[in-house]
C-alpha cells in the first residue's frame, strides 16, 4: 500500500484496509507513517462515514458507543473489535425514495443545464458569424419582364419610397426592373 494507491481508493475500501490494519493492532498514526499517507486524507474518509478519533486507543471508531467494545491487551495498545458488522438501515424507506427521486431529478437538471449551454454557446458563437442569415442575391428574370413597359401613378408614404430610393442607389439594376421583380415576388407569394 501506498499514497497513491489509497488515494484512488473508495471510502469503503479505505476504511475496510485501515480496519484491518486496526485488527493487527496498530494505531492509526502507526499506519500512517508506515504507509506514507496523508493524514487528512485519513480523518477525512473515516469523518465522512460517521466515525470518530477516539484518542485513548489512537484509532477511529464508530460514533455509536454500543457498536464498539475496547479491550486491553498487555502487549499491544488498546484495540477495537467489534461486536458484529451491523449495517443498520439508518434512512426509512419513504425518505430512501424521496432521496433517490431528488438524485435522479438533480441529474437530470444537471443534463438539461449542459443542453441549456450547448444551446448558449451555438448562439453565441453565431451571433459573432455575421453570415448567420445569407441575403439571396438579387436576380432579374427578363422573361417574367416582358412585355409593353407602362406608367403608372402609385400613392406610396414617404418613408417607403425614401428606403427604395437608397435600396435601388446601390444596385447594378434600374428603379423599373427592381419594382417590376419585387411586385411579381409579392404577387407570387401572398397569391391564394
Not at 29 to 34: G, H, V
Not at 40 to 65: C, E, H
Not at 70 to 90: G, L
Request: charged residues 35%; hydrophobic residues 30%; aromatic residues 10%.
Amino acid at each position: 500500500m501506498n499514497r497513491d494507491i489509497f488515494k484512488n481508493m473508495s471510502d469503503q475500501e479505505r476504511i475496510a484496509w485501515v480496519r484491518k490494519e486496526y485488527n493487527k493492532g496498530k494505531t492509526t498514526a502507526q499506519i500512517i507513517k508506515e504507509y506514507n499517507l496523508a493524514k487528512n486524507t485519513v480523518g477525512d474518509t473515516f469523518r465522512r462515514n460517521g466515525y470518530v478519533a477516539d484518542k485513548n486507543i489512537g484509532q477511529y471508531v464508530l460514533n455509536n458507543s454500543e457498536h464498539v467494545n475496547i479491550t486491553q491487551n498487555k502487549h499491544k495498545s488498546n484495540i477495537v473489535e467489534d461486536k458484529k458488522d451491523k449495517h443498520e438501515n439508518i434512512f426509512p424507506e419513504e425518505i430512501k425514495e424521496n432521496l433517490l427521486q431528488m438524485i435522479t431529478w438533480y441529474k437530470e437538471q444537471k443534463e438539461k443545464e449542459e443542453e441549456r449551454e450547448q444551446i448558449f454557446d451555438w448562439i453565441k458563437k453565431n451571433m459573432e458569424n455575421k453570415d448567420l442569415i445569407e441575403v439571396p442575391e438579387i436576380t432579374i428574370d427578363k422573361q417574367q419582364l416582358s412585355g409593353a413597359v407602362k406608367t403608372r401613378s402609385f400613392t406610396i408614404y414617404s418613408d417607403v419610397l425614401q428606403k427604395f430610393n437608397d435600396f435601388c442607389s446601390g444596385q447594378p439594376y434600374s428603379k423599373q426592373n427592381l419594382l417590376s421583380m419585387a411586385l411579381l415576388e409579392y404577387i407570387e407569394r401572398y397569391k391564394k
